[in-house]
Nanobody
Framework: QVQLVESGGGLVQPGGSLRLSCAAS????????MAWYRQAPGKQRELVAA???????NYADSVKGRFTISRDNAKKMVYLQMNNLKPEDTAVYYC????????????WGQGTQVTVSS
């Protein structure tokens, strides 16, 4: 049974930082590309960042230079370090396993809320 549990969200002022964590279980973790998606109110869920088993990364233009995705295969963990947060980063952030084109494969965590506001 595949399980993904996100944590680390919260309320932060613009310019602040948060570190999101995702704990995975029930899968051969090191085989898969992992990613963070987010969904803001009234908007579609969008890809934020992805990381391959070989640590190749890909970022949405809106977060490039501010966010960093990483993984620990031994611990089956995925992280998203978010710096210089902006109000438009406000969303529910989800951890997921993705296909080779970074599209989701149907496995989602419960999400963690990130709110950026002064």
């Amino acid at each position: 049974q595949v399980q993904l549990v996100e944590s680390g969200g919260g309320l932060v002022q613009p310019g602040g930082s948060l570190r999101l964590s995702c704990a995975a279980s029930g899968m051969f973790f090191s085989t898969y590309i992992m990613a963070w998606y987010r969904q803001a109110p009234g908007k579609q869920r969008e890809l934020v960042a992805a990381i391959t088993s070989g640590a190749i990364t890909n970022y949405a233009d809106s977060v490039k230079g501010r966010f960093t995705i990483s993984r620990d295969n031994a611990k089956k963990m995925v992280y998203l370090q978010m710096n210089n947060l902006k109000p438009e980063d406000t969303a529910v952030y989800y951890c997921t396993r993705v296909a080779s084109d970074y599209g989701p494969t149907g496995y989602w965590g419960q999400g963690t809320q990130v709110t950026v506001s002064s």
